[in-house]
Nanobody, 124 residues
Framework: QVALVESGGGSVQAGGSLRLSCVVF????????MGWFRQAPGKEREGVAT???????NYADSVKGRFTISEDNAKNTLYLQMNSLKPEDTAMYYC??????????????????WGQGTQVTVSS
C-alpha cells in the first residue's frame, strides 16, 4: 500500500513563496516517477512539475522560472519550491506517483497514486 501525504500549503500575498512537501509511505521512493498537479475550482487538474526516477524534470510553461521540483530520496520526500507566487497559482496542489509515468506529458492520467492535496491561496 502506497500513501502520499502533502503539507506546506497556506495563504500568501502575491510575490511570496511557499514550499510544499510530499512524503511517500509504503514503497521504495527512488523507483517512482513523481509529480505535482493543481486544480482550481471549476477547472481541470493540470500538471505543474514532474521528476522521473532518473531525475529529469518537466515544468508547465506557467511556472517555469518560478517553481522548482526537487526530491530527497533518503527522506522519501518530494518538494515544490514556489517563488514569485501569483493569484492565478491559487489551487489545491496534489502530489502523485507512478512507476512508469511519462513525466513530459504533465498528465494526471499517467499517475496511479495521489495524495489528499494541500491548499495554496495567493492574494493580490
Amino acid at each position: 500500500q502506497v500513501a502520499l501525504v502533502e503539507s506546506g500549503g497556506g495563504s500568501v500575498q502575491a510575490g511570496g513563496s511557499l514550499r510544499l512537501s510530499c512524503v511517500v509511505f509504503g514503497s521504495t521512493y527512488s523507483s517512482y516517477s513523481m509529480g505535482w498537479f493543481r486544480q482550481a475550482p471549476g477547472k481541470e487538474r493540470e500538471g505543474v512539475a514532474t521528476v522521473d526516477s532518473e531525475g529529469r524534470t518537466n515544468y508547465a510553461d506557467s511556472v517555469k522560472g518560478r517553481f522548482t521540483i526537487s526530491e530527497d530520496n533518503a527522506k522519501n520526500t518530494l518538494y515544490l519550491q514556489m517563488n514569485s507566487l501569483k493569484p492565478e497559482d491559487t489551487a489545491m496542489y496534489y502530489c502523485a506517483a507512478d512507476w512508469s509515468a511519462r513525466g513530459w506529458l504533465l498528465s494526471q492520467y499517467e499517475y496511479k497514486y495521489w495524495g489528499q492535496g494541500t491548499q495554496v491561496t495567493v492574494s493580490s
